[in-house]
């Protein structure tokens, strides 16, 4: 079984930097894409960031120039460094892992519980 544990949520104020991790365990033969989506109330979840294997990266316009994603493939894990946080960066934020569990698997989506993420004005 696999999971994905967040970390790295909490409360900050404009202008301040938050950064999260996201850590895979469990049987796990390979990984492609790791991402980070957001879901602020009311709204639909969005992808905020996502890296691929060889390291190319898409971004939200939202987020361009202030957050940056990054993975550590020997630790399964994927970052999301975010600074200048504006009180709209609010929402939960999830982590997402396409990989396969074994080799002879499917890729599938993995989804972290999320992480609450609060700026304050």
């Known amino acids: 079984q696999v999971q994905l544990v967040e970390s790295g949520g909490g409360l900050v104020q404009a202008g301040g930097s938050l950064r999260l991790s996201c850590a895979a365990s469990g049987s796990i033969f390979s990984i492609t894409a790791m991402g980070w989506y957001r879901q602020a109330p009311g709204k639909q979840r969005e992808l905020v960031a996502s890296?691929?294997?060889?390291?190319?990266?898409n971004q939200a316009d939202s987020v361009k120039g202030r957050f940056t994603i990054s993975r550590d493939n020997a630790k399964n894990t994927v970052y999301l460094q975010m600074n200048s946080l504006k009180p709209e960066d609010t929402a939960v934020y999830y982590c997402?892992?396409?990989?396969?569990?074994?080799?002879?698997?499917?890729?599938?989506?993995?989804w972290g519980q999320g992480t609450q993420v609060t700026v304050s004005s």
């Open positions: 890296i691929t294997t060889g390291g190319s990266r």
């Open positions: 997402n892992m396409r990989l396969k569990a074994t080799g002879w698997g499917l890729l599938s989506d993995y």
